[in-house]
């Protein structure tokens, strides 16, 4: 007599040591000192510079123009096809396709830092601004290259802890470029000497050129990730449909007229962050607090936080499921912007500073480490560098759009007005996570 048909049992969710170990892995190491290599050039071409430019007295007129270089990031999408299918001559033969663009990415950075680094602004402007484009092209590149190399590298249910150690790391560089290439230039100054002295930048760029020594190291030491096979393309026109169009087609296809649905949670989920954030330096100012307190409490410890809510974020998304740690995300990253509305009523207070610097960034790393998961879980491996270029560049659009407003915004309604109008531009995105999630578990149930 036959035994009855039982169900399997469920699995039970994984205990919480067993949930961090995955941070210890190989691919989460692997993507720590990556990530440090892709946040590395972002604030060297802008905030840092800005300031070494200053000093050496550009105008801000100027120094605003020059903001222009990001744009590289923003539009990313553009040769993202070309990184995703063209080969490089020799390097990928010796490499595999993803490590050979990190590569050259990586070489594009380090050698335009250098000459970033001999070039004195107030000499020649110009060659530094060809040099601060080279370097965000090659960032924009690498990221690319970097972000194919993620998704391809763990399963999906490892992508948000992948995520998390790429933002520690990146998190990390940001800090040694910002506050550490400062401390570097001051080190390097000679005393009692001019104000502005360009030998102690010089030293500092160099010293960032160098930095970008581990991930160069990581990439020739890591294997290339197994890669889906490419159809051969019989002539150009083949090659440039499969490299261009059908990334596109492909995700229209899937998703069908669902897709509207998910680009339009993609270009509004940061939307509360990045608005708020254009306006919390000059708030801080007006605030009376000064640049150490900033630096200590905002840069500093601010950081940490981030990097706390990036691991316990991935670590969530394994426990809980991508979209539900989506949405715990938006949530909170729309509440805390509330918090700074009741700061504009604290004046000079230290202690409230601390409180709402540890929740906002806490919640910006949990959705954070939650939207780099969901956008890699998207994306097809076939097309995976296209299309997460295409969605991580949409990302930003929107709201970098709406933040050039902001200003205006804070003259006509003042501070408080603000933060909290920038928490309710999160309610939407509420409602589309909410959206999403019953499309997936309906996908999920077929």
């Known amino acids: 007599m036959t035994a009855p048909h039982s169900t399997p049992p469920t699995p039970a969710p994984l205990a919480w040591l067993a949930t961090l170990k995955v941070y210890a892995e190989p691919a989460s190491l692997r993507m720590l000192a990556l990530g440090f290599s892709a946040g590395l050039p972002l604030l060297l071409v802008f905030g840092t510079l800005s300031f070494w430019l200053r000093e050496a007295g550009v105008d801000r007129t100027t120094i605003g123009f020059l903001s222009w270089v990001g744009l590289a990031y923003g539009f990313k999408w553009v040769w993202s096809p070309l990184v995703d299918r063209l080969p490089i001559p020799v390097l990928t033969h010796l490499l595999g396709r993803r490590r050979s663009w990190l590569l050259l990415s990586q070489a594009m950075i380090m050698a335009a830092l250098i000459m970033m680094a001999l070039t004195d602004p107030t000499l020649a402007l110009a060659p530094m601004v060809y040099c601060a484009v080279a370097v965000a092209f090659g960032s924009a590149t690498q990221d690319i290259a970097l972000d194919a190399f993620r998704i391809e590298s763990a399963d999906t249910e490892h992508q948000a802890a992948l995520a998390a150690t790429y933002q520690a790391g990146y998190r990390l560089a940001m800090i040694w470029a910002g506050a550490g290439a400062l401390w570097i230039a001051a080190r390097a100054e000679v005393p009692n000497a001019a104000l502005y002295q360009y030998g102690a930048w010089r030293t500092a760029y160099l010293v960032m050129a160098a930095s970008m020594l581990p991930g160069v190291l990581t990439v020739l030491f890591s294997r290339e990730p197994a890669r889906a096979p490419l159809p051969p393309a019989r002539n150009a026109a ?209």
């Open 238 to 446: 083949e090659w440039l449909q499969g490299a261009l169009i059908a990334p596109f087609t492909d995700f229209v296809g899937r998703y069908r007229w669902h897709a509207a649905l998910v680009l339009a949670l993609i270009a509004t989920y940061r939307i509360s962050d990045v608005v708020m954030g254009i306006m919390a330096n000059p708030f801080y100012v007006d605030m009376g607090f000064s640049k150490d307190e900033v630096a200590a409490i905002s840069k500093g410890f601010g950081v940490v936080m981030t990097l706390l809510g990036a691991f316990v974020g991935g670590a969530l998304a394994l426990r809980l499921g991508v979209m539900r740690v989506l949405m715990l995300g938006a949530a909170l990253s729309a509440a805390s912007n509330l918090l700074f509305a009741w700061l504009g009523t604290r004046g000079h207070d230290l202690s409230a500073l601390v409180l709402v610097i540890s929740a906002d960034n806490l919640s910006s790393g949990i959705a954070s480490a939650a939207f780099i998961a969901y956008l890699s879980s998207l994306t097809n491996v076939q097309y995976s560098a296209t299309q997460y270029a295409l969605f991580s560049s949409m990302m930003l659009l929107l709201p970098k759009f709406l933040a050039g407003f902001s200003g205006q915004f804070v003259d006509h309604f003042g501070y408080p007005s603000f933060f909290a109008a920038t928490a309710c531009l999160g309610l939407p995105v509420l409602l589309l996570v909410w959206l999403a999630s019953r499309i997936k578990m309906a996908s999920d149930a077929r």
